[in-house]
């Protein structure tokens, strides 16, 4: 891949550090498919990598515990397009987006607040006044 694969900021994950692997695609494509192999596997040893701060490291290895190889691995697969190049561009971005997701900080937490006096009269002041409109609209009773 000519361009390294940027996570956020200013880091970048080295070309050293990704292991490709190109196998052919499956599915429908006449003589073609059966002799090309388009479809790759992009590999990525995340416990291993020198290239992430150790706190980003930490935090994606734990929000991607589900998708590591032996615990440790990131696999990204692609084959979408017909041209191998393609493909590693699609794979190489999903890699990207994957470690800016996993490495991104915790969102802060909520603080809990009260309606204010002023907006709690108000509300109440205009189910009020919507009660009083629709009971205008119904039929005098004739008793």
């Known amino acids: 891949m000519p361009e390294p694969i940027r996570v956020r900021g200013s880091v970048v994950v080295p070309d050293a550090e990704l292991v490709w692997r190109f196998s052919r695609s499956s599915g429908p494509g006449g003589q073609h498919v059966n002799t090309s192999d388009t479809q ?3 590999r990525y040893d995340l416990a291993a990598s020198a290239a992430l701060p150790q706190v980003w490291k930490d935090r994606a290895l734990e929000r991607l515990a589900t998708r590591l190889v032996d615990g440790r691995i990131l696999v ?5 397009h017909r041209s191998q190049w393609r493909n590693r561009e699609v794979a190489a971005a999903r890699l990207a987006a994957l470690l800016g997701e996993a490495t991104a900080p915790p969102p802060k937490t909520r ?3 009260k309606p204010s006096k ?3 009269e108000r509300r ?3 189910k009020r006044h919507r009660s009083d409109l629709k009971q205008g609209r119904s039929r005098p ?3």
């Open 118 to 120: 002023g907006m709690i």
């Open 111 to 113: 603080r809990k607040t």
């Open 40 to 42: 790759v596997e992009l």
């Open 141 to 143: 009773s004739t008793d």
């Open 76 to 80: 990204v697969r692609a084959s979408e």
């Open 124 to 126: 109440l002041s205009n």
